[in-house]
């Protein structure tokens, strides 16, 4: 993970340098606390702020080799036949890179490039800047545009940034590879990684009017894996709904019920493909990390400290995460569970029980409940459940003081409060934490129909316009919240991995009906992400399985019911925010 940062400008690249102040500058190394470099060329101003995670030594950028500069953030998978375990994404990025003698060769590169990332690569002979962000949109790139004196502008893109006056920003949309010619800046080229629906084409609209220059759609790069077709050899015609219709006589008998359909041999077969595909996930998303943790990087001596967390309600998505992290994480090192909990509103009868009743939340009871089950499934793991409470005087003075500036440029109560809840879990209480990888269950609602409105879907329409609902949210999945939290999640010294969020499974998931992925004539709490459920009880986990879909903001009770949450936040209206 890294904080990565970019100016363009008219001006002298001495003046751009004072663009990069104290507060971005702190910003940027709280994502890069372990090497920070700068380099300044043709009014081009870069810095990069590095977290190992990957590679034998932290590897400083920019990275130059003779014309290209490169700045790379995220994480690159799926290459075991092409890089060594030992080398940096970064470094055999830059391999690549400098083979590529024509844009198509460029663009026959980042077609097989799986991963979540975002970059910025300077050809200093032909003055182009091409950028980007991956298609599922996990990392975070801001793109700012600053009303200069004489009718000049500067351009900006990076990791995260905080509010100044006369400046238009924006996440960058994650539609595809973006080219910019540094003496023509009214202008802009995009190759998309698909072909752009009506949805993206508002989006690159809103880039255009934000950064006052038209965008010219080049041709698609189109990754294959972007296809909803599966590459899998698995052959599975089953119809849950029917599945279960057959079992009448068991479907008040919920594990009896699971473990009838685990018995069937399509299911197994699908369930067989799906493990593999999620366990490669997770595997690589725990082993590609560094050996020490953040506070062992400058000693000599070995660390056994936790490396992995997982962000951790108790539910059915970090519940599987954690099960199969176990599988790979050394036996001698404990796993994380950070469990975050907000100050209920103290009645009567709460304050003369004591003060733990402020903090027995929805999520922390079911923390504690999948924490038992965890212990009993792999008693020889330490799990280290770290309880993280939170009071609304904290959570006020740090919205005011910081973390307002890493949801920036977002504005809604809705980012407020999964913005904070993310990051009181990641810096867990100012230091419990050694962990710099944090697993996330994000994603598995939109691929197994976990959200109120696909039942609501299936109700009105059955199973076509579930799988409109479906689509329609695995395609907004880039817009929406990957990449405020990884802001947070970053500014706390830790990378996001959401292993749900993975090319392969997601495209594996993606080609199964909706009836083969949930069965909404059962109950919430058992039908809704119905496959999920099944593969998690045939991983040994009893009560998880059964636990209703609860948001972060209502199962932490961080939210306020009295706020809509599409409202403009107090905290991040930006004729309020300082810098």
Known sequence: ????????????????????????????????????HTLAIDNLLL????????????????????????LFNGDLYNL???KEATQSDSTWLMEQLIKCHTEDELLSLFRRLEGPYCLLLYNSLEKVLYFCRDALGRNSLIIEREELQSQSQSIRLLSTSCHLQQTAAMELPPLGLYKLQLNALQSCVLHPWQELNEEKTQQLQQLDVAMGWRTNVACPIAPEWLSSTSSSTVSSSYDLYALVASAADLQQQQQQLYEHLLSLEPLQRTLQEFAARLQQSVAQRVQQTA??????IHRDKCCEHAKICVLFSGGIDCSILALLADRFVPPNEPIELINVAFER??????????????WQVPDRQTAEQSHRELQRLCPQRQWKLLEVNVSREELQQQLKCHIHRLIYPLQTVLDECLGSAFWFAANANGGQSHARVALLGSGADELFGGYTRHRNAHRRGGNEALQLELERDWQRIP??????DDRVIADCGKTARAPFIEERVAQFVRSLTPQQRCC??????????????????????RDAVLLKKRAIQFGSRIADKRQQANQISEYLR?????I
């Open 1 to 36: 993970m890294c904080g990565i940062f970019c100016s363009i400008s008219k001006k002298s690249s001495d003046h751009v340098a004072s663009e990069l102040h104290g507060t971005l500058k702190t910003l940027l190394h709280n994502r890069g606390p372990d090497v920070q």
């Open 47 to 70: 810095a990069g702020n590095v977290l190992w995670q990957q590679g034998a030594t932290p590897q400083q950028q920019p990275i130059v080799n003779e014309h290209l500069v490169l």
């Open 80 to 82: 075991e036949a092409e």
């Open 291 to 296: 050996p020490v943790c953040g506070r062992c």
């Open 345 to 358: 509103v103290a009645t009567a009868a709460a304050t003369s029980a004591g003060d733990e009743l402020l």
């Open 479 to 484: 817009a929406r919240n990957l990449a405020r």
């Open 520 to 541: 909404y004539t059962l109950p919430e709490g058992v039908g809704d992400k119905l496959l999920l459920r099944l593969y998690g009880y045939s991983l040994g986990l």
């Open 574 to 578: 930006l004729d309020k925010l300082q």
